[in-house]
């Protein structure tokens, strides 16, 4: 950071917390919707599930952002002007909106079509998150830095009860066509805090730093945050993307899976986002971490008994849907994305941060097509007890990993 950069007064932090997490909620709508919303949509529709699984190639933007993260920085930051990240959100925002009441207009049984015209927002939106952490991190001072990333899990979390679970309540009600421009005004809507707030109110100022993705590579704690980032998310979430067909399978209807994930995402993991933030201050990364990956592996065990046939209620079939992709899941990445943070140069943090979260979305890619070729060839239970054995097979690797950040 230069030091014209350096003597730039701050915003308000409330301001900043306001606009990211409004421009996070809705990212996290459209991934929500895509990754919540539809598989059910498509399953009660009578799709396999090998081909429900292709939805995570929407992914890929998001597994590759950081190839083009450099010159999204460059952009956002020129050596000499303004910093331009609202004029990239409100751009990308209308783009994604324009995106979602295309794919409206689509049926969801044109699976191909729905699948490039979500993959097309997922790139756009992928974008914008380079831009927003980027600014968070610059905007906020490093005492805020926590509830900076307070705010994108929760919004995450947030966003997902609105694309996965207002949604499906939506196109029960009023129609596939209709719930997908409702979203599509949200997504309007959430980022107009970020582009008409703090970030459109800055000075122009010289720069001398030019963000390099080949500095981040060589510093051996990417590398090493690298690895460890594949690990647990493999064992969080390879198990959890066929959850909405397995439950749909199991005679739920498409309102109540949306109530699911609403209330679950909404409640749950917000409060273990919270929770998560404190465990972190009182135990450390690492432990939070490790007591994660058992308790999902617990939790997913369960699953894998009522895949079986096994003799439980429906409320508790509820109760540990949402505590696994919700609780747990929230807890534990409030953990990972701290210790993002931490390994992040500040100097080129949207980067950083990029090929972190760039390592999340591959993973997710690998697990999520491979959880539906496996699920519909050899059923649930292999899926839900084959996730739990990776869980527990990541945590000794994890702690030898984050052993030199604690």
């Known amino acids: 950071m230069s030091s014209a950069e350096a003597t730039s007064p701050l ?11 409004g421009v996070y909620i809705a990212q996290s709508v459209i991934g929500g919707l895509t990754m919540l919303g539809l598989p059910a949509v498509l399953r009660a529709q009578g799709l396999p599930l090998d081909q429900i699984g292709l939805l995570y190639l929407t992914v890929l933007p998001w ?25 990239i959100v409100l ?25 490039v015209c979500l993959a097309l927002v997922a790139f756009v939106a992928a974008t914008v998150d380079i831009a927003c952490d980027g600014y968070a991190v610059e905007a906020l001072a ?31 009600k009023i129609g596939w066509e209709y719930g997908c421009f409702i979203m599509a005004a949200l997504i ?57 067909p397995f439950l749909i399978d199991k005679g739920f209807d498409l309102a109540t899976i949306g109530a699911l994930n609403g209330a679950g995402s909404m409640f749950i993991g917000l409060g273990g986002a919270l929770l998560g933030g404190g465990l972190v201050r009182l135990f450390g990364v690492r432990t939070v971490l490790v007591g994660a990956l058992v308790t999902q592996a617990f939790l997913l065990l369960c699953l894998a008994y009522i895949g079986l046939g096994g003799a439980i209620p429906a409320s508790a079939v509820f109760a540990i849907a949402i505590a696994s992709s919700s609780g747990v899941m929230s807890i534990g990445f409030v953990a990972l994305y701290a210790q993002f943070m ?4 500040p100097k080129q943090a949207g980067v950083d941060f990029t090929v972190f979260q760039c390592m ?47």
Not at 147 to 156: L, R, T
Not at 342 to 345: A, E, L
Not at 377 to 405: D, E, H, W
């Open 63 to 87: 597994a590759l952002k950081f190839l083009w993260s450099p010159q999204i920085e460059r952009f956002r930051l020129p050596m000499f002007g303004r910093n331009r990240s609202n004029i």
């Open 142 to 172: 490093k005492q805020h830095h926590g509830w900076g990333n307070a705010a994108q899990v929760g919004g995450s979390y947030l966003g997902s009860a609105i694309g996965g679970g207002l949604f499906l309540v939506l196109v029960d």
């Open 360 to 406: 999340d979305g591959i993973v997710s890619i690998i697990g999520g097509i491979g959880a539906g070729w496996i699920a519909e060839r050899m059923g649930y239970v292999t899926i839900f007890g084959g996730a739990s054995t990776i869980c527990l097979a990541v945590v000794l690797p994890i702690m030898v990993l984050l052993r030199k950040n604690q």
């Open 91 to 115: 751009s990308g925002n209308l783009l994604c909106a324009g995106g979602i009441v295309l794919t409206g207009i689509l049926q969801p049984a044109l699976l191909l079509p729905v699948i």
């Open 342 to 345: 931490d390994w992040s140069d």
């Open 188 to 244: 309007i809507a959430l980022g107009l805090p970020f582009s008409l707030g703090p970030a459109a109110n800055v000075d122009e100022v010289e720069r001398s730093h030019t963000p390099s993705l080949a500095a981040a590579i060589k510093r051996p704690e990417i590398r090493r945050g690298l690895l460890a980032t594949a690990l647990f998310v493999a064992g969080q979430k390879w198990g959890l993307g066929m959850l909405g």
């Open 11 to 21: 915003p308000s932090p409330v301001a900043v917390f306001i606009a990211v997490g």
